[in-house]
């Protein structure tokens, strides 16, 4: 073919998915095997939100609601904000891809950092914009060097907080200081995928900012329903913004963007309230044991409020990825990320960390790293 391919498209290198688990299997010759590589949730999703879904398709014929409102409506019950402060999308990347197209142009800067989620940086090239990348120092944002980069191009700025894959969480001060040396040209997006796991009190109050942005960079928090509600597979977020970027939001939102199923399983997983707190409170437990575990195998586990966390694993990543598949255990790898001795797990059910550890334990020992 001869086609006119786009600078700035060509350029692109597609998000890496990876291969289904019963794929992996057949390719290593093991069954049964764990996923602990994607920060999902173990415990699934609400048995409210399940039973939600299967009594809603039998109306699958009819197109959703294109306003999304009873869930939008409980959304800002749950988060104490207005609807008109409210975006549903299709996953929280949607937002960051509304957030691209409604602010950025071709030239425009826009600023994350390395590393964090990689579709931050496509969406903006995919809008003919500028990446300007700055390294996590210590495995923390280096909130210093980003506004130290805000010129008169800069649009947008992202920020996962917590970051992934380091766990590592800017506190409310540390984020005001930040916040105050920007101008109001710019918006701050905190993608805050893992909060849910963050204890309250040591949050970004993000409506404060939200309400009064006068003199000051404005700011919009993401949240999904992906990881402590567990619902990954219905692909169901939100922003939570002023108003008036809201309104700009929609402009390029597509209509019926949130399907039927994910508005109904969102709605009664908000609803179920016990099984939220009930994966809360299990991955704080698990954290703990299996960071004690690791720590006693002469490992080192990095602090986290997530529901993931790094280990030094003193030796090859890679090579110790490869041989915990041999068990059907899977990990993420770090050395992609900049990180070649470090592998990244998900904290699991019980007898998933369980089957971790015995693995773990047989294989660090089987590669000398301790």
Request: glycine share 8%.
């Given at each position: ?53 299967k009594e809603c398709l039998s109306g699958l014929h009819r197109y959703p609601d294109g306003s999304s409102f009873y ?119 905190l993608d805050e995928a893992y909060v849910d796991f963050v204890q309250p009190e040591e949050r970004i109050d993000v ?142 059910t019980e007898a998933e960390n369980d089957r971790f550890l015995r693995a773990f334990e047989q294989t660090i020992a ?5």
């Open positions: 073919m001869k086609l006119s391919i786009p600078e700035n498209i060509a350029a692109i290198t597609p998000y890496p998915p990876g291969k289904p688990l019963d794929e992996l299997e057949r390719e290593y010759g093991v069954t049964d095997s764990i996923k602990l590589a994607s920060n999902e949730n173990p415990w699934g999703p609400s048995p409210k939100a399940v039973e939600a879904i869930l939008t409506e409980a959304v800002a019950r749950w988060m104490g904000s207005g609807m008109d402060e409210i975006v549903l999308g299709n996953g929280s990347n949607e937002i960051i891809e509304f957030l691209t197209k409604a602010f950025v142009m071709p030239g425009d800067e826009v600023i994350t950092s390395h590393p964090s989620f990689l579709m931050y940086q496509k969406f903006v090239q995919v809008r003919g914009g500028e990446n300007r990348v700055v390294e996590l120092k210590k495995m923390r944002h280096d909130l210093a060097e980003i506004a130290a980069m805000v010129n008169e191009r800069t649009r947008l700025i992202f920020i996962d907080n917590p970051n992934n894959p380091c766990a590592t969480f800017i506190g409310p001060d540390e984020f005001d200081a930040f916040v105050q040396k920007l101008p109001e040209t710019v918006i701050v997006v409506l404060s900012y939200i309400r009064k942005p006068e003199g000051r960079a404005a700011v919009v928090a993401l949240r999904t329903f992906s990881k402590a509600f567990g619902l990954a597979g219905l692909r169901i977020g939100f922003g939570l913004m002023h108003p008036e970027i809201a309104m700009l939001l929609h402009r390029v939102r597509q209509p019926f963007n949130v399907n039927l199923p994910a508005q109904v399983g969102a709605l009664a997983a908000l609803e179920d309230t016990g099984h939220y707190n009930m994966t809360l409170n299990k991955t704080r437990s698990e954290r703990t044991r299996l960071q004690e575990a690791i720590n006693s195998l002469g490992c080192v586990p990095y602090p986290s409020e997530t529901n993931f966390f790094l280990i030094d694993v003193h030796g090859d990543a890679n090579v110790l990825y490869e041989a915990m598949l041999h068990k059907g255990v899977i990990v993420r790898s770090m050395s992609a990320y900049g990180y070649p001795q470090f592998i990244r797990i998900t904290i699991g089987l590669l000398g790293y301790v």
